[in-house]
């Protein structure tokens, strides 16, 4: 793979990335679609595309994956649209990526892996840079859609660290989204019933032409051919190359948040940004 095409696949993989953010925000925020709709029709479109991907290139409509790591999967993506419905898009782009930084962090920690100087003080200003972007004040976001995305992006970090060294990780990916859709499906039904969340808590499947565009936008296009393209030039990238590449996907949310969706960048979040994902990049290239 030459040069140039290495850069556009990847340009082209963030983009995609950062597209899930802003689709999600554009769908929930007009109320075109339910969070739990939302995620389904994500889950299905992105399970399709995935599949019709293995099928042309592998010549096979053999799947692989795990139930486990389905469930991960499926934790992350319900808890990333549910986040949405009070999340700005850049704001949870941030909070979704330090989170899945911070797992896959924590993990090598508790593995035994020793951070060298500069790493220790770059998980120390991530931490400072979160602590100031979620402490009380006027311009502190929703709590529990704070909440909400930290989970979806500590589900993500579990799944990525589940996905290492387990086969072809286009066939894992299409298979785990396989297995994603009855739990969606199930999803949808628990929130109906008062009897689990109240009446107040959902009430009721609701979308629109434009919502359901979104979704499959989103599972289709942002999350189906976006992995496929990330997963195709992962090869040609070093590891270090590939973690600090994803840094660009806050920003580049940002700048679609304010573009798209006429969000607003506090200063708060500036410099909790600058904080949280140069902390992350000290660490990232500081790696051995």
């Excluded at 963030?14 to 953010?21: C, D, H, Q, R, V």
């Excluded at 399709?48 to 993506?77: E, K, T």
């Excluded at 909070?95 to 120390?124: C, D, H, K, N, P």
């Excluded at 679609?256 to 006429?262: D, E």
Aim: proline share 3%; aromatic share 10%; glycine share 10%.
């Amino acid at each position: 793979m030459n040069y140039v095409r290495v850069i556009v696949l990847t340009a082209l993989a963030m983009l995609a990335f950062a597209g899930n953010s802003i689709l999600c925000r554009l769908a929930l925020k007009d109320g075109s679609i339910d969070a739990a709709s939302f995620t389904s029709i994500r889950l299905l479109s992105g399970a399709l595309v995935l599949w019709l991907i293995v099928l042309l290139h592998r010549r096979s409509a053999r799947v692989q994956g795990n139930w486990w790591s389905a469930l991960a999967l499926f934790v992350y993506a319900a808890g990333f649209s549910f986040a949405y419905l009070s999340l700005p898009a850049a704001l949870g782009a941030l909070l979704l990526f330090g989170a899945v930084q911070a797992t896959m962090i924590g993990y090598g920690i508790w593995s035994g892996e020793q951070l060298r100087r500069l790493q220790r003080v770059g998980l120390a200003l991530a931490l400072v840079g979160l602590v100031v972007l979620l402490a009380p004040g006027f311009s502190a976001p929703p709590l529990w859609g704070s909440l909400l995305m930290v989970g979806a992006g500590i589900a993500w970090g579990i799944y990525s660290l589940r996905g290492k060294a387990v086969g072809d990780p286009l066939q894992v990916t299409a298979g785990n989204f396989v297995r994603t859709i009855p739990m969606a499906f199930l999803l949808i039904v628990l929130l109906q019933s008062s009897v689990f969340f109240g009446d107040n808590f959902f009430s009721g499947a609701m979308f629109s032409n434009a919502g359901i565009v979104y979704a499959i936008l989103s599972g289709a296009l942002a999350s189906g051919v976006g992995y496929a393209i990330w997963y195709g030039v992962l090869p040609a990238l070093k590891a270090t190359t590939a973690a600090s590449v994803q840094l660009s996907v806050p920003v580049i949310t940002a700048v679609g948040g304010v573009i798209l969706l006429s969000e607003a960048l506090t200063l708060r979040l500036v410099l909790a940004s600058v904080a949280i994902l140069g902390g992350i990049a000290l660490v990232i290239v500081e790696k051995k």
